[in-house]
């Protein structure tokens, strides 16, 4: 147990699907993340939010589009999606995005699949 | 940008066993960590670890940032280590900070 956790574990969507990924973080951070996690690739890091203000997002396409209604939780929201869009999407928090020292947690992780 | 190379890809043990897993980095980096993914992708912070020798139970990492390398050390392995470590090195300052993930050494221990 490392205080983030994510719902579903298991998603399967069909291409005009629309659903949620929703993470909790329960450790006081001020930093959330989304990651997306594909077989043979580093992780990829997709969104970044510190004080609920997003400050990264990398080049991510629209079909993903990520909320934080406060620094406790996190959705990524999901329609129109590709089969090359299955992967392990985790979740993160840390206690700031910027300082030093910073350890991550992460959750357990959604398993997506795009059918 | 820079590169994160893990070794060995893969590795079989019996348990019991000890191994000493690596990371090589190409660029001097702020800080580095070793997680461990376990079968159901929970992935668990292990070390953070900028540089010398830290230990953890049956586990130790040593980082020589000015050779830019790091190991990780298993020892006395168990089923339940079974897994993939990953090494991540942190970047930048501010805003700009990242980690730069390795492709991780999947380990599987065997009875």
């Known amino acids: 147990e490392t205080g983030v956790t994510q719902t579903p574990r298991h998603l399967v969507m069909g291409m005009t699907n629309k659903k949620s990924l929703k993470c909790e973080q329960h450790l006081g951070h001020n930093a959330m993340y989304w990651y997306k996690q594909s077989a043979k690739k580093p992780l990829e890091l997709m969104f970044v939010?510190?004080?609920?203000?997003?400050?990264e997002n990398n080049s991510v396409p629209s079909r993903f589009s990520p909320e934080c209604p406060n620094s406790s939780h996190l959705f990524l929201h999901l329609h129109t999606l590709q089969p090359e869009d299955s992967a392990l999407y985790l979740c993160a928090s840390s206690q700031d995005s910027r300082g030093p020292g910073n350890t991550i947690y992460f959750g357990e992780g959604s398993w997506l699949t795009v059918v | 940008g820079i590169q994160v190379e893990q070794s060995p890809p893969d590795l079989i043990l019996q348990e019991g066993a000890n191994s000493t897993l690596r990371c090589n980095f190409s660029?001097?980096?702020?800080?580095l960590q070793w997680f461990h993914q376990n079968p159901w992708g929970q992935l668990i912070n292990l070390f953070y670890?900028?540089?010398?020798?830290k230990q953890n139970g049956r586990l130790s990492a040593t980082t020589v940032a000015t050779e830019r390398y790091s190991l990780l050390y298993i020892s006395s392995s168990q089923t339940t280590d079974s897994g993939v470590y990953f090494c991540?090195?942190?970047?930048?300052?501010?805003?700009?900070?990242?980690?730069?993930w390795g492709l991780g050494t999947s380990l599987a221990v065997n009875p």
């Open positions: 939010y510190s004080l609920e203000e997003r400050v």
């Open positions: 991540a090195v942190e970047r930048g300052a501010g805003n700009n900070r990242k980690l730069i």
């Open positions: 670890i900028p540089s010398g020798t």
């Open positions: 660029d001097s980096v702020n800080n």
